[in-house]
Nanobody, 121 residues
Framework: QVQLVESGGGLVQAGGSLRLSCAAS????????IAWYRQAPGKQRELVAR???????NYADSVKGRFTISRDNSKNTVYLQMNSLKPEDTAVYYC???????????????WGQGTQVTVSS
């Protein structure tokens, strides 16, 4: 079984920065796609950024130039560096992993518990 644990959320003023981390555990050999989503109150969950193994990252238009996704395959960890934060970035941020290869199975649709990011104006 695969577990994803996010950390790094919090309260920050507009224009500030936060760095989110998501660590995956569970006898993992590789992860194909790892991504960050967010869900604001009353809104649908939306893709923020994702990175495919061996590929280039892609971003939602609303965060391009401000957010950077990166992964450390040796640690099965993905990061989201968020700069120039805006109040509209306020949401619960979720980590998602697809195509997680373990010694026994390939897992899809893996989600973390979420971490709250609040940006004050």
């Amino acid at each position: 079984q695969v577990q994803l644990v996010e950390s790094g959320g919090g309260l920050v003023q507009a224009g500030g920065s936060l760095r989110l981390s998501c660590a995956a555990s569970g006898s993992i050999l590789s992860i194909n796609v790892i991504a960050w989503y967010r869900q604001a109150p009353g809104k649908q969950r939306e893709l923020v950024a994702r990175i495919i193994s061996g590929g280039s990252p892609n971003y939602a238009d609303s965060v391009k130039g401000r957010f950077t996704i990166s992964r450390d395959n040796s640690k099965n960890t993905v990061y989201l560096q968020m700069n120039s934060l805006k109040p509209e970035d306020t949401a619960v941020y979720y980590c998602n992993a697809e195509g997680v290869v373990t010694s026994h199975f390939i897992y899809n649709d893996n989600w973390g518990q979420g971490t709250q990011v609040t940006v004050s104006s």
